[in-house]
Antibody, heavy 118, light 109 residues
């Protein structure tokens, strides 16, 4: 059973950098695209970006200037950094796997709420 | 950016009834790139349908997807109590960004 688990601080100050890690278990990280998706409280889903296990990335243009996604295959982890955060970045952050051969997210982490506040 | 518009915003139905949810895309999308998710309060979304009409693993056959071009539909043939949730469509065309619809809330009447 594939499991994804987000970890990182639940509170970040404005103008600082949000950092989260997703740990993958139950399957190899190799061969897949790994994504970050967020959901502001009471709102819809926004795709942040993905990283292929080999390290290639693709980001949402609306966030591209502030986002970095990296992968550590030896630890079966991938990470998100979002710089210069504001209150508008307050959201539940999910990591998710794009299913093999499909254009959809078949496994998701439980999500972690990150609040931006001083 | 491809914009997805879901309708209705809220759908009020009773258990046993049929639910029809719509997703319209701002430009034509191959069905290969259209998916549907279910989200319950406090939970992550769950993949229901990918490729516009293929049920994900473990999804009951009362859920079905259809459509092409710019108009896609998720149908729940006979609502069970556990089906009341928010449903999102999503497109995954090659060019970024991947986008989601704003969601349809399916509530008990």
């Amino acid at each position: 059973q594939v499991q994804l688990q987000e970890s990182g601080p639940g509170l970040v100050k404005p103008s600082e950098t949000l950092s989260l890690t997703c740990t993958v278990s139950g399957d190899s990280i190799n061969g897949y695209y790994w994504n970050w998706i967020r959901q502001p409280p009471g709102k819809g889903l926004e795709w942040i970006g993905y990283i292929y296990y080999s390290g290639s990335t693709n980001y949402n243009p609306s966030l591209m200037s502030r986002v970095t996604i990296s992968v550590d295959t030896s630890k079966s982890q991938f990470s998100l950094k979002l710089s210069s955060v504001t209150a508008a970045d307050t959201a539940v952050y999910y990591c998710a796997r794009r299913g093999y051969g499909i254009r959809a997210f078949d496994y998701w982490g439980q999500g972690t709420l990150v609040t931006v506040s001083s | 950016e491809i914009v997805l518009t879901q309708s209705p915003g809220t759908l009020s139905l009773s258990p046993g009834e049929r639910a029809t949810l719509s997703c319209r895309t701002s430009q034509s999308v191959s069905g290969t790139y259209l998916a549907w998710y279910q989200q319950k309060p406090g939970q992550a979304p769950r993949l229901l349908i990918y490729g516009a009409s293929t049920r994900a693993t473990g999804i009951p056959d009362r859920f079905s997807g259809s459509g092409s071009g710019t108009d896609f539909t998720l149908t729940i043939s006979r609502l069970e109590p556990e089906d009341f949730a928010v449903y999102y469509c999503q497109q995954y065309v090659n060019s970024p960004p991947i986008t989601f619809g704003q969601g349809t809330r399916l509530e008990i009447k």
